[in-house]
Structure formats: structure tokens, C-alpha cells
């Protein structure tokens, strides 16, 4: 298997500009994540899916976010409008299951797209 | 931008020597822990996991402790490598307010001296 595929790797944007992120989790894991990793906060949960249903948004920092799911092998992040605050670097993780115990539960990375908002 | 960040704590080790990395955690009820390697440029990747009902678990080269009185995890490295040479993140998992919750340490910067 491939991994987690996340496109772009960079993305560089002027403030005001609408951002889609892109991420191809591994076939067969149920649960999808997307995080930003910060120097100020390190790595936040933004949102997870079950099965394509959005389970958790509560991570998402605001109303400019919204995440979808349409099909097992594809997740965006969209970011409208975008501001300089939201520079980071986004990751996408998957796993087979989120919850109890055991390396069904171990989230596989993406190599991440780095978003710099000028 | 951003003018204030999180310090990462930085362990330097000479090649060869044994690595310790230690994580404290903050929920009691958490009942699994992983330690995660991320490398600059990647995303962070699996290294070795512990249930909560174990107390020690090796890996290649690598060892996991949990003291679960005192709430710390620690991640022992035989003989750095260049290679290991990362940013090392603990997570904790387990119900929190009644929320299955996943949740990364801040990190620890490891570098290896030559």
C-alpha cells in the first residue's frame, strides 16, 4: 500500500484566495483525520470521519473550515477565505478503528501539505 | 506570524549511545499509548505502542516503559543512530469527558552528534 497521499505537498496563497487540501487514506481504514501542526499549538485534531460521516468537528477552528468526505478514498479540507493565520502544515491520518486498545487504533500519516498564506 | 511557539525540549546524544525520551501524561483512564517519530519534511510515523496493562514492550532497538502511578511514558533508543534523529511524539488514548480522545504530546527533539 501506498500509505496516505496528500496533495499538494505546498501551497502557497495570498490572503482572501479559497485552499483546497486533498488526502487519499489507506484502502480499508474506516476512520479518516485531518490535523495542523503549528509551532505555537503542535498538532491539533481538526475533524475525523467514520466511514465518509463526519463524526467530530469540534477541532475546526472556525466557519472559514470545512472538511468532506464523498467516497472512501478521497477527503478534502477546504479553507474560504483563507488568512496568513491559517499558515501551517495540514496532515491527513487514517486508521481501521478509533477506540479501545490495540494497533487497529495506530493513525497512518500523510507527509503533510505545508499552507503558507501570504 | 507567529513570534512565540512551543519550546520543544532537545535531547543531544552522541552516535552510539542509548537514547531516553520521557512523556508525562495527563489521563488517568487513558489505556493506550503510542510513540511516534516524525522526521523534518514527514508526517509522524508508528514507532512502538503500549497497553495500559503492561508496564514494559520492546521493539527493535527501541523500549517502551509505562508508569502508570506517576502518569509517564518513556521511550528508550539502544544505540542512536544518525538516522533517529527526529522529533518524538508520545500520544495518549482513552475516554476523556466521556469522549474516546487521541492526544500528541507536544515532542521532543532528538539530535544525534556525530
Known amino acids: 500500500d501506498a500509505g496516505v497521499i496528500q496533495s499538494p505537498r505546498h501551497e502557497v496563497t495570498e490572503m482572501g484566495q479559497e485552499v483546497t487540501l486533498r488526502c487519499k487514506p489507506i484502502?480499508?481504514?474506516?476512520?479518516l483525520f485531518w490535523y495542523r501542526q503549528t509551532m505555537m499549538r503542535g498538532l491539533e485534531l481538526l475533524i475525523y470521519f467514520n466511514n465518509n460521516v463526519p463524526i467530530d468537528d469540534s477541532g475546526m477552528p472556525e466557519d472559514r473550515f470545512s472538511a468532506k468526505m464523498p467516497n472512501a478514498s478521497f477527503s478534502t479540507l477546504k479553507i474560504q477565505p483563507s488568512e496568513p493565520r491559517d499558515s501551517a502544515v495540514y496532515f491527513c491520518a487514517s486508521s481501521p478503528r478509533y477506540g479501545g486498545t490495540g494497533s487497529k487504533n495506530i493513525q497512518y500519516f500523510g507527509a503533510g501539505t505545508r499552507l503558507s498564506v501570504l | 506570524g507567529e513570534s512565540v511557539g512551543l519550546h520543544l525540549p532537545t535531547l543531544s546524544v552522541q552516535e552510539g549511545d542509548n537514547s531516553i525520551i520521557n512523556c508525562a501524561y495527563s489521563?488517568?483512564?487513558?489505556?493506550?499509548f503510542i510513540w511516534y517519530k516524525q522526521e523534518s519534511g514527514k508526517g509522524p510515523q508508528f514507532i512502538i505502542d503500549i497497553r495500559s496493562n503492561m508496564d514494559k514492550r520492546q521493539g527493535q532497538r527501541v523500549t517502551v516503559l509505562l508508569n502508570k502511578t506517576v502518569k509517564h511514558l518513556s521511550l528508550q533508543i539502544a544505540a542512536t543512530q544518525p538516522g533517529d534523529s527526529a522529533v518524538y511524539f508520545c500520544a495518549e488514548i482513552g475516554v476523556s469527558s466521556g469522549t474516546y480522545k487521541y492526544i500528541f504530546g507536544t515532542g521532543t527533539r532528538l539530535k544525534v552528534l556525530a
Open positions: 489521563n488517568s483512564a487513558s489505556d493506550y
Open positions: 484502502s480499508g481504514h474506516d476512520y
